[in-house]
């Protein structure tokens, strides 16, 4: 979740299967948060003029836009790889962000319960209800997929999972990753050319193309974005 109009998130990492990483962020002007291509999902806690929000932001495929508020507190569970909650579709949230009700000022509605709003400190434990309450789950075979490792699964039956637990096919988390693993290379100061060839890209217009629709900007842009900063 990238942020136009403040500092970068802190970030930390979990111990927990369940998250990718946490992050926390204040926005200190009224801007955008610009949401790339991400083949994860985020549940998050948005705190602006006194009033808390739950909500989640799906898996993206192209490039959103969200408005917020001056002073504006967010704090973000990113999910590993296959995790997802089989109360909410994924179909319906992927390039999509949806809140969930409000139960108290401090705790939301979830599956017929309140929930007090997880925080930066507590995620954890958070995320570990979830897991026992049978609210959030894994499938194994996302990850193993994208990792290259054996199936002995159908093609078909690999393509019903992966919606299911991600809202998209194995080939468009697959191109997700890839736009991102380019970004991530032309940040550390990759060449152009040579970030064609580590990411897997056909050519400079191919991955000028990709860039464009899943992170937003071109590989140049990028670059340059990095010796600026």
């Not at 111990?15 to 949401?35: K, N, T």
């Not at 990113?78 to 949230?93: E, K, T």
């Not at 390039?95 to 709003?117: C, I, K, Q, R, Y």
């Not at 959030?136 to 393509?159: E, K």
């Amino acid at each position: 979740m990238n942020e136009a109009s403040s500092e970068r998130p802190k970030q930390r990492p979990s111990d927990s299967p369940f998250i990718h990483f946490l992050e926390w962020g204040i926005a200190p002007h009224e801007g955008i948060r610009v949401l790339q291509a991400d083949s994860h999902w985020y549940l998050f806690v948005l705190k602006h003029n006194g009033k808390t929000r739950v909500g989640v932001s799906g898996l993206m495929t192209r490039v959103l836009n969200v408005p917020h508020g001056a002073e504006t507190d967010c704090f973000g569970i990113r999910f590993a790889m296959g995790v997802f909650m089989p109360l909410l579709s994924g179909v319906n949230l992927v390039d999509n962000v949806t809140f969930l009700p409000e139960a108290t000022s401090s705790s939301f509605w979830l599956h017929g319960s309140a929930w007090e709003f997880p925080a930066f400190e507590n995620a954890e434990t958070f995320v570990n209800r979830l897991v026992r309450e049978e609210l959030l789950v894994r499938d194994h075979v996302i990850d193993s997929v994208l990792s290259d490792q054996t199936q002995h699964l159908s093609v078909s039956t690999v393509r019903r999972r992966f919606l299911r637990a991600t809202g998209l096919t194995p080939g468009t988390v697959r191109r997700i990753e890839r736009a991102r693993k380019a970004a991530g290379l032309l940040e550390q100061g990759l060449s152009i050319l040579d970030t064609v060839h580590e990411a897997g890209y056909f050519d400079q217009p191919h991955l000028t193309r990709s860039l464009k629709h899943f992170i937003g900007q071109t590989p140049a842009q990028i670059a340059q974005t990095t010796q600026v900063t």
